[in-house]
T-cell receptor, first 114, second 113 residues
């Protein structure tokens, strides 16, 4: 059983389009995250949800909107895609704990904007 | 704000060589420290972690010790294998940032036979 799954794995689209990436975790975790990995492999937090509530919203353009229908799912919708949005997007989940527990990562979604 | 600095790569080693990847951090509070590994074409996996000063994390022959006095968490392995070729990320998390991982830039390791 896959612990954290993302769909699609690859996404190729034109500038200006709107697209969504879905993430699901079956670990029973309370917290889910979206990270962006750029072409130089640098990873940066975008959003975090805890029990469907947004708790982290880093400096990300308004075109990016996360949605958590329940605590097992965290989707990422991107409007008006730009070339600079091309990256690998990773979803992760963790169980809250006092010392920052392990985060489990999905396989990533490679987004290419043409 | 918090930050993590890793040694620049790529690092190329022969099989059975000793590995050290340096990692230092700055933090406002008392972070937990992690090493994650990313194999080609895959997501990230936790390699090891340490949650308080002087803790040693270890896994698969890799070790790192949480050094508060030098704000460091260097990764070491006594004898690397070809299968260790991957990108290694040092990261920290703190409660004041919602436990999101703050990553270093990653160090690419290539081990040759």
């Amino acid at each position: 059983d896959t612990a954290v799954s993302q769909t699609p794995k690859y996404l190729v689209t034109q500038m200006g389009n709107d697209k969504s990436i879905k993430c699901e975790q079956n670990l029973g975790h309370d917290t889910m995250y979206w990270y962006k990995q750029d072409s130089k492999k640098f990873l940066k937090i975008m959003f975090s949800y805890n029990n469907k509530e947004l708790i982290i919203n880093e400096t990300v353009p308004n075109r990016f909107s996360p949605k958590s229908p329940d605590k097992a799912h965290l989707n990422l919708h991107i409007n008006s895609l730009e070339l600079g949005d091309s990256a690998v997007y990773f979803c992760a989940s963790s169980q809250e704990g006092p010392r920052g527990n392990e985060q489990f990562f999905g396989p990533g979604t490679r987004l290419t904007v043409l | 704000g918090d930050s993590v600095t890793q040694m620049e790569g790529p690092v190329t080693l022969s099989e059975e060589a000793f590995l050290t990847i340096n990692c230092t951090y700055t933090a406002t509070g008392y972070p937990s420290l992690f090493w994650y590994v990313q194999y080609p074409g895959e997501g990230l996996q936790l390699l090891l972690k340490a949650t308080k000063a002087d803790d040693k994390g270890s896994n698969k022959g890799f070790e790192a010790t949480y050094r508060k006095e030098t704000t460091s968490f260097h990764l070491e392995k006594g004898s690397v294998q070809v299968s260790d070729s991957a990108v290694y990320f040092c990261a920290l998390s703190e409660s004041n940032s919602g436990y999101a991982l703050n990553f270093g830039k990653g160090t690419s390791l290539l081990v040759t036979p």
